[in-house]
């Protein structure tokens, strides 16, 4: 998907291991937000940003924790991985919040 | 509470039907409504609907939106197999930076 790009775009984790997941955007979008998804419940949000050094929680943001120092990165962050976490992580970017959000090919995440 | 229903949640359909997929919502302050396309990877954005009535269309898909009904629905005339993948409809919330509600989806197959 050109403009954002998310990696790792797959990884396998042991439960209490830390991990980070990188966004980055070409697109000088100053939204960005954080998803999982997992079946059967569509997707949800975890974190988003309305703009360089600001971040805000979602509805499930418990055992994450996000940071977006440069406008074009929003890391997403795992400090004790948990089983719970196994989902598919999209990133989303827009200009603003009237405008379509534009998502990242997903990173699959699998904690063991 | 903001919600995002769809229906149904999986069809299977032959080449050459038309389909319909629903989507209500319960959201305060709506303002509009998303269609996105899932195959593999990233949701791609399809339509977005701000004003009751107004139809959308882009060759073979079309949607529209009914704010006295609190809904919307997407229409696929003489679907193929290329139009097999999840859909999703999602409502912005533009108070809380313009995150997105999705519903669950609807998981289309087209059999040919």
């Known amino acids: 998907n050109a403009g954002v790009t998310q990696t790792p775009k797959f990884r396998v984790l042991k439960t209490g291991q830390s991990m980070t997941l990188l966004c980055a955007q070409d697109m000088n979008h100053e939204y960005m937000y954080w998803y999982r998804q997992d079946p059967g419940m569509g997707l949800r949000l975890i974190h988003y940003?309305?703009?360089?050094?600001?971040?805000a929680k979602g509805e499930v943001p418990d055992g994450y924790n996000v940071s977006r120092l440069k406008k074009q990165n929003f890391l997403l962050g795992l400090e004790s991985a948990a089983p719970s976490q196994t989902s598919v992580y999209f990133c989303?970017?827009?200009?603003?919040?009237?405008?379509?959000?534009?998502f990242g090919d997903g990173t699959r995440l699998s904690i063991l | 509470e903001d919600k995002v229903v769809q229906s149904p949640l999986s069809l299977v359909v032959h080449e050459g039907d038309t389909v319909t997929l629903n989507c209500s919502y319960e959201?305060?302050?709506?303002?509009?409504l998303l269609w996105y396309k899932q195959e593999k990877k990233a949701p791609t954005f399809l339509f977005m609907l701000?004003?009751?009535?107004i139809e959308k269309k882009s060759g073979r898909l079309s949607s529209i939106l009914d704010k006295k009904e609190l809904s919307s629905i997407l229409n696929i005339t003489a679907t193929q197999t290329g139009d097999s993948a999840i859909y999703l409809c999602?409502?912005?919330?533009?108070?809380?930076?313009?995150?997105?509600?999705f519903g669950q989806g609807t998981e289309l197959s087209v059999k040919p």
């Open positions: 940003s309305v703009g360089e050094g600001t971040t």
């Open positions: 959201v305060t302050n709506f303002r509009s």
């Open positions: 701000t004003s009751s009535g």
């Open positions: 989303a970017t827009t200009l603003g919040p009237y405008q379509p959000q534009h």
């Open positions: 999602a409502v912005p919330i533009y108070n809380q930076g313009g995150k997105l509600i």
